[in-house]
């Protein structure tokens, strides 16, 4: 089932608050004397988080700790479990949505070569809403009536969690402590939320593990804040994770080749030393592998929030730069001009909406049932060759190809046997479509005059 199909019915919920009433502190819901309520948290295991259960415990909340595995690089969940355990939580649930991540995300984007203000490919803003149906999921199922996060207020994840949870069960209310005044009072710097994590036996590292904020998934790794928040200071070679430098990467490249069908790869081949992979999750991996030892995917950009605020990021996205490249290539050769203009700015809403939270919106259930349709003869074989940090197409094949050899061959007149094309007939169709540039052209000259 497509991920745009799919509604969670509405849970019953004890706690009564206005469902369009924005909880902005945690003091406005009314507690039961008869029973704990019970709140899901998208945990992590980090200081934020890990401070955060503990308060909502506090605050006479039952919190199940949710983990969702989509690809975080080295996590060991088992740990984390471990730790949200002895913070409080009554549960901790793990999901692995690495395979669904792909499937039902990452290749939905790629179906329209979704790319936000021409640069981003919305690694972290795709794997939001998969995060967030899955919490949905557990919400219903634990019986919660609250969700909870780690956000900050000044960030598009808020808006992304938030969004997706509210299109998919409007009777959730959503827990923000970084937008809860007393939460904000009593944690005002990093000092603040190590001393209760001492105070209460939470085992964190007292030194930052990286002098970046990073956000990881099997689609990509972002790096933000710390020195990054300088626009125009560099970074450290040893900051990445999933790509060598171009200038590191082998001096002999790498031929693969992509089978797509209907938009979605299918099969990738790695012609030289011959694996084959076809699971959607092992060729999206072994995709990160070959693109990131070749220098693949780097890109260091400034980029508007949802919210309004200009961020600086640092990504990597080695698998997903290759896979888009070859899905751009093969569209060339078997979709027509006009669909091709079309779902062009199709791709361009929904890197908006998917960046903005409106994944489960109407407008993009349109968007992406209109980009199923256009996909329809998206079907064959791309040569791709990797060297250095380059994408070097090397030829592509389909059996729905539009392109004609013998239609654009300059060596033969007319169209071949199989189109009656007269060269002749140009000079008509230029005349017609040169009308309005005379006629506008006559118009400036009378007015200038």
Known sequence: MHAYLCRLHPIN??????????????????????????????????????????????KGFDVVAFCADVGQH??????????????????????????????????????????????????????????AKEMVRIAAEEGAGFIAHGATGKGNDQ??????????????????????????????GRSDLLAYCTKHGIPVDAKPKSNYSIDENLFHTSYESGVLEDANETYEESMFKMTVSPQAAPETSTTI?????????????????????????????????????????????????????KSRGVYETP?????????????????????????????????RLCYNGFWFAPEMDLIRHAVDFSQRDVTGVVTMELYKGNIIARGRTSP??????????????????????????AAGFIRINAVRLKTYAALRAKTQE
């Open 13 to 58: 919920h004890s706690q009564q608050l206005s469902h369009n009433h924005p909880i902005t502190s945690i003091n406005q819901i009314t507690m039961s004397s008869e029973s704990k309520p019970k709140v899901v948290l998208a945990y992590s295991g980090g200081l934020d988080t890990s401070v955060i259960l503990k308060w909502l415990c506090e």
């Open 74 to 131: 080295h996590e060991d969940f088992e740990a984390v479990k471990a730790k949200a355990l002895n913070a409080g939580a009554i549960k901790c649930v793990v999901t692995d949505l690495r395979k669904e991540f792909v499937t039902d995300y990452i290749f939905e984007a790629l179906k329209c070569n979704a790319i936000y203000e021409g640069r981003y490919l919305l690694g972290t803003s795709v794997a939001r809403p998969c995060i």
């Open 159 to 188: 808006v992304r969690f938030e969004m997706c949870a509210q299109a998919l069960d409007a009777k959730l209310k959503c827990i923000a402590p970084w937008r809860d005044a007393e939460f904000i009072e009593s944690f005002k």
């Open 257 to 309: 080749e992509l089978e797509f069908v209907k938009g979605v790869p299918v099969k990738l081949t790695n012609k030289t030393d011959g694996t084959v992979k076809t699971d959607p999750l092992e060729l999206f991996m072994y995709a990160n592998e070959i693109a990131g030892a070749n220098g693949i995917g780097r890109i260091d950009i400034v980029e508007n929030r949802f919210v309004g605020i």
């Open 319 to 351: 698998g997903g730069t290759l896979l888009r490249g070859a899905h751009v290539d093969l569209e060339g050769i078997c979709m027509d001009r006009e669909v091709k203009r079309i779902t062009e700015g199709m791709g361009i809403e929904f890197a």
């Open 400 to 425: 729905y190809a539009l392109y004609n050899p013998d239609l654009a061959s300059m060596d033969i007149e007319g169209g071949g046997e199989s189109f009656d094309y007269n060269p002749s007939d």
